[in-house]
Nanobody, 122 residues
């Protein structure tokens, strides 16, 4: 089992950048694929990025492709989401996710953090 804690959210102006971090507990972090999902009020959850166990495979939703970058540091048990050129429509609670199997939809992930709020002002 793995526990996840997100950090790095906040308020930023449109066009700005933020880097989210997700720290995982346990000594088997490298055995988990990791992902980021987001949910805005009144909208469905959207899976935005995923990375495989050693970072060889990544996935991005079309809505963030070219602007967001997912990465991981297995030595630090941490996954990151670098977000650039932020838009007001990126405003949401961002959740970190983990699962032994790599997937590109949020329903494939069984472990979740509590979330961190990202607000992009216009």
């Amino acid at each position: 089992q793995v526990q996840l804690v997100e950090s790095g959210g906040g308020l930023v102006q449109a066009g700005g950048s933020l880097r989210l971090s997700c720290a995982a507990s346990g000594r088997t972090f490298s055995s988990y694929a990791m992902g980021w999902s987001r949910q805005a009020p009144g909208k469905e959850r959207e899976f935005v990025a995923a990375i495989s166990w050693r970072g060889g495979r990544t996935y991005y939703a079309d809505s963030v492709k070219g602007r967001f970058t997912i990465s991981r540091d297995n030595a630090k048990n941490t996954v990151y989401l670098e977000m650039n050129s932020l838009k007001p429509e990126d405003t949401a609670v961002y959740y970190c996710a983990a699962d032994p199997l790599y997937g590109t939809t949020w329903s494939q992930y069984n472990y979740w953090g509590q979330g961190t709020q990202v607000t992009v002002s216009s």
